[in-house]
Each structure stands twice: as C-alpha cells, then as structure tokens.
DNA sequence: CGAGGCCTTGACCGCGGTCAATGCCCGTGG
DNA sequence: CCACGGGCATTGACCGCGGTCAAGGCCTCG
C-alpha cells in the first residue's frame, strides 16, 4: 500500500528533509490516506475544527479566509508536491478562521491531527520536519506580510509573474487578484498596464 | 550564575512551555548571558546575519522593517518575560530585513544562534520548545495579517486598546502608529474620534 | 441558441497618506 | 530661572491609490 506510486512524491518531500530509515518512513506513511477532492469542494470552513494536514499529489488547494463584506483573500496556494491545512488551527484545536478549497479536481494524502503529532512522539525526526514545516511557514508568511505593506499592486503582480507564474497559469484571474489581496478589476488595469509598458 | 535573580524569569518561561530537569535547566540557561542595551541602541540592523536570539528580562524590544520610502513598520513588540530576535535571518542565516531596537533601557538574556541549534540536538525537549515558539511566531503573524487586510484603521486602534493596552501605554504614539501600521496623523485622527464618540 | 459566469473598462469616490503649520513638552545652557 | 531649540503630537487642506458600481463583451456549457 505505501509503495503505491501515489506515494512517491510524499517519501521524496520527506527525504528532502530529514533522515529516517526504512522501517520509521513506512510508520509515517501508512498513516497518510489517499483522497480525492472534487474541484471546488470545500473540505474545511471557518468555524470548524481542522483535523488534517493535507498534501497535494495532483491538483490544486488552496486557503482563504472572507471578510465581513464577503469578499475572499486567497492566503496560500499548494500545488503538487506541497502541504497545505489551516494551519492555526491545526495547532491550537480553536474554529478555523480559514477555508481550504480545491482549485482542481485534486489528490491528497491526509494524515490525521492526532496520528501527526503521535509521530512527533515517537519519531524524533519527525518533530524536526515538523519544527522546519513550521519555520517555511512562518517565513512564508512574513515574506507575504512584507511584500503586502511595502509594495503597491502593480509590483505585487509583477513579482508575482516572475517568481511564481505558475499561480497566472493555473488559476482564474479572480483567485490571482485574492491571492494577490486586490480586486479583479485592478489587477485586470494591472495586466494592461504591463502589456503596454512590458517594462 | 544561573541561579541569579536575572534567570528567574527565563526559567519559569521554559518551566511553562517543557520539562526539563534539573540538570538539563542548568545546561540551557548557561548558554544564555545577561546584556543590557541602552534605550534606542539597534543591536540588528537590515543586512546583517543575525545570530542572537533574546528574552527580556527588563524593558522592552521592538523589531521593525523600512519601507523604500523611509517609513517604519514595527512588526513585533516584546516586553518582560517575552523572546524576540529577527526570526526569518535567525532560522535562514540570510541577511535580515528587520531591525531590532532597544525602546526603553533593557536587560535581556541573549542565546547565540549555534548554542541555540546545539540544545536542540542534546535536549530532545528543547526541540518542542522551539517548535512551539515557531508555532506562537506563526499563529501570532497570521493573526496580524488578517487584522491588517480585514480591520480598517479605527477598529485596528480600538483592538489594541482592549487586547494590548501596555503598548499605547508605554510607547511613543509615532511608534504605536508604526505597529498599527498607519500615519502617526492618521492614530491621532482615530484617538480624537474615540474620545468623541467613546463608543 | 440562450444563460450565466468571468473579464474588462469607465466613472466615481473614500480611506488614509502627505505636506505644512502650529502648539506643547522638556532638556540644556546662559 | 528663564530663553531657546528640537522632537513629537495635533490639526487642516489636499490628493492619489485602489475599491465600488455598473455596463458591455466574450466564452463555455447545457
């Protein structure tokens, strides 16, 4: 069963990271579950309880969280080969205030809240993936923080197409414009504007 | 040495979060030296490796980022009983972006970044102090950033008059505006409002 | 072929930033 | 003890980025 190839990319994400001999990965494995997301499904809501960490075989996942106007700013996006849960959540066992939606029609692996920090228990490399997990997101997060409250929407797009384009290829302009936390009709004057001064 | 008064409330920081005995406290603490700064000294500066992780013991530490135009945004404030160092260059040894500046006259604890990575590895516990740490860092950024892209400037000053009065109460209203991230004209506008209407 | 969703474009506007003037507080030196 | 100067807070006038609203066009899919 963990040596279905459905397996492959997450033993390979794991080895890139911390050292385990062959008997502790199948112990990580086999507590992975395959599961499909269906495109648009919502698999977590605010207000809810997140018990998965997810990561992404095939398809898209993304975060979100939706203001008191109803409007959604896109936090995170996992394409294959990533992890992706409501994070906060996950830790602190309080209502998520984010959703986690497949962009896709998607293939994850779930480990359960609790098997996952079983592992931590009784794997000591496990906590080290776990402690480097947490350190990409923090600076991930603070890359974001930073890049929100110093550079307007026109370089945000622009950083955006160089550094990560495969976000402008994959998904629908709305989500881009959430993602890059500004409304579909300014990131739509933004591609214009680049088009006409291709810089 | 580490049973000086001055260790007193590091210990019962680590006490709160792992158990150590005594043998492995006393190892941990060794590692970490008293230092004082002067009020509005800058001990890390953007472009500099950071290697020091700090605790307060006394006074109060703010890290902050400079904006193109010269502005500054404080991002973290850390008064007594609290960690604070420039986390992103302190986990990735890249050249920091953040600033790390004395507001008040301070005493702090300071830990040396290998001595740091060096408990990790002999003191399994000392590995699920950072991991929670680093699960605070997230939980506490992502928490400022949803404020940042949900709450307008009123609401983000009333917020902090309930959840964190110390920082309007022991800080200058420039650097409050800083941390609130908007102009020190524009906190003032909110505080002239809120006195008006008292809600 | 019709309907609905999404992207684009234009017109308008409001929050909060910028700039400048004024006032206040406080430390320092004559 | 008072005069002066510098830093900070406040206030008013102005403005610009990006959001909102509405209309129009295009594509897909049933």
Known sequence: ????AVYQRLRENIEKT????QEQMELILQHFKPQKIEKNSITLRAGEYNQW??????????IFFIKDD???VTRYLAFEGMFATGLASFITQEPSFEYLQAMENTVVLQINRNDFYYLLHIIPAWEKFFRDYLADAYINNIT?????????????YRELLKKDPIVVQRLPN?????????????LSRMKRKILDLPK
Chains 1, 2 share one sequence.
């Open 174 to 186: 709305r989500i881009v414009a959430s993602y890059l936390n500004m409304s579909p009709e300014t």
């Open 1 to 4: 069963m963990e040596h279905a």
């Open 144 to 156: 974001i923080y930073h890049r929100e409250t110093t550079k307007d929407a026109e370089e945000r």
């Open 70 to 72: 109803g409007q959604e």
């Open 18 to 21: 911390i050292s385990v001999n």
């Open 53 to 62: 960490m997810n990561f992404v075989d095939q398809g898209c996942l993304r």
